[in-house]
């Protein structure tokens, strides 16, 4: 059964640090990974979405890299800044049965003071 | 484009009572899933629907939840006598893919319940 896990469970750096968001799973058996952003309050936002064959995506700030083998993803979000608080949530699609639905890790929710 | 849609935002009944809650996706996209987001348990998986097959009910709670999507479209999510522990945020996502194709999911700003 696959299991996803986020450490750690919060953070809170100062503006302009950079950071990394872990993310483990426990089988390495996946079709891809997808990084997602949630404000309070709000809905989930995609951010990258890493395939199987692929070990990272960029998008401005946010790289996401994947290390299938160890079950690991990382999420680096250089130079953060306020806006970037929020909690992030890593996913991986579940093939036990028909679905293809998400296995979500519980989150890291993240502040960054000013 | 427009994304999903849900409705309503905020949802607050009594024990027992009905609610319906519905989902637009995504133009075009043929794969729908509902997930619950509750207070301490992170999102799990409710129903999976993939353009006019029958759906995936393995992650529904119990049978006091139901689901439909009408015309490949638009989906209702159904709770029969509410209960207290059915108090979360519904989330609803369409994409391109599906089982053997999966794609970004784009998820919809969910649905706060409060059963009181």
């Known amino acids: 059964k696959q299991e996803v896990t986020q450490i750690p469970a919060a953070l809170s750096v100062p503006e302009g640090e950079n950071l990394v968001l872990n993310c483990s799973f426990t089988?390495?058996?996946?079709?891809?990974l997808q990084w997602f952003r949630q404000d309070p309050g709000k809905g989930l936002t995609s951010l990258l979405l890493?395939?199987?064959?692929?070990r990272e995506q960029t998008s401005g700030r946010l790289n996401a890299s994947l290390d299938k083998s160890s079950g690991r993803s990382t999420l680096y979000i250089a130079a953060s800044q306020p806006g970037d608080s929020a909690t992030y949530l890593c996913a991986v699609p579940y093939y036990g049965g028909s679905q293809g639905n998400l296995i979500f890790g519980k989150g890291t929710k993240l502040s960054v003071k000013p | 484009g427009a994304g999903v849609s849900q409705s309503p935002s905020n949802k607050v009944t009594e024990k027992g009572k009905d609610v319906e809650l519905r989902c637009d996706p995504i133009s075009g996209h043929t794969a729908l899933y509902w997930y619950r987001q509750s207070l301490g348990q992170g999102l799990e998986f409710l129903i999976y629907?993939?353009?006019?097959?029958?759906?995936?009910k393995s992650g529904l709670p119990s049978d006091r939840f139901s689901a439909e999507r009408t015309g490949g479209s638009v989906s209702t999510l159904t709770i029969q006598r509410t209960q207290q522990e059915d108090s979360a945020v519904y989330l609803c996502a369409s994409t391109h893919g599906g089982r053997w194709a999966p794609d970004t999911q784009y998820f919809g700003p969910g649905t706060r319940l409060t059963v009181l």
């Open positions: 890493i395939q199987s064959s692929q």
């Open positions: 629907f993939q353009g006019n097959s029958a759906p995936d």
């Open positions: 089988d390495s058996a996946i079709y891809n």
